[in-house]
Nanobody
Framework: QTELVEFGGGLVHPGSSLRLSCVAS????????IQWFRQVPGKQREWVAS???????NVADSVKGRCTISREEAKNTVWLQLNNLMPEDTAMYYCNARHDGHEYWGRGTQVTVDS
């Protein structure tokens, strides 16, 4: 079964860090591009970061300097490290992949940044 599952969200204070994970099944993250998006209710989904084979990494300006995306092939997982979190980072975070002609989304993990 091909699927993506996100983990790692939570409620944190401003300035905190979180590491989100996107665990893939049914394909290898080593040769498939993975992207992270986030969405706030009532707003459009926003692209956050991507990692494309072999090692092409990009992050959005809104998180540049605070966000790192990486891949751990042994765990078939893509990580999204978020540092110095701010209230405006509050959103549901989703990972996305295109594989074998199909597009896959996880169910998301909620990140809430609140003092």
């Amino acid at each position: 079964q091909t699927e993506l599952v996100e983990f790692g969200g939570g409620l944190v204070h401003p300035g905190s860090s979180l590491r989100l994970s996107c665990v893939a099944s049914g394909f290898s993250v080593a040769n498939t591009g993975i992207q992270w998006f986030r969405q706030v209710p009532g707003k459009q989904r926003e692209w956050v970061a991507s990692i494309l084979p072999p090692q092409n990494v990009n992050v959005a300006d809104s998180v540049k300097g605070r966000c790192t995306i990486s891949r751990e092939e042994a765990k078939n997982t893509v990580w999204l490290q978020l540092n110095n979190l701010m209230p405006e980072d509050t959103a549901m975070y989703y990972c996305n992949a295109r594989h074998d002609g199909h597009e896959y989304w996880g169910r998301g993990t909620q990140v809430t940044v609140d003092s």
